[in-house]
């Protein structure tokens, strides 16, 4: 195994750092918009969990 920078993994790591910067700018939304809020919260949590699982198993899968 070495590095393969054609791997989807750096796209996974790019959705995941999407998902935090969701949650990140949801509360700051001007009021217009504001109330988009939660569902953005929401998105970007999904993003992050979902991300974050498939890297840790491709993680595992590559150790064993």
Known sequence: M???SNS????FIAALFAGF???YVSPLL???IASFAP???FVGA???IVFSLYILYKA????F
Do not use: C, D, M, S
């Open 39 to 41: 569902f953005l919260t």
């Open 8 to 11: 989807p993994i750096f796209l």
């Open 30 to 32: 001007p009021a217009v």
């Open 21 to 23: 910067a969701l949650i």
């Open 2 to 4: 070495g590095f393969n």
């Open 46 to 48: 999904i993003a992050v």
């Open 60 to 63: 595992l899968r590559a150790l």
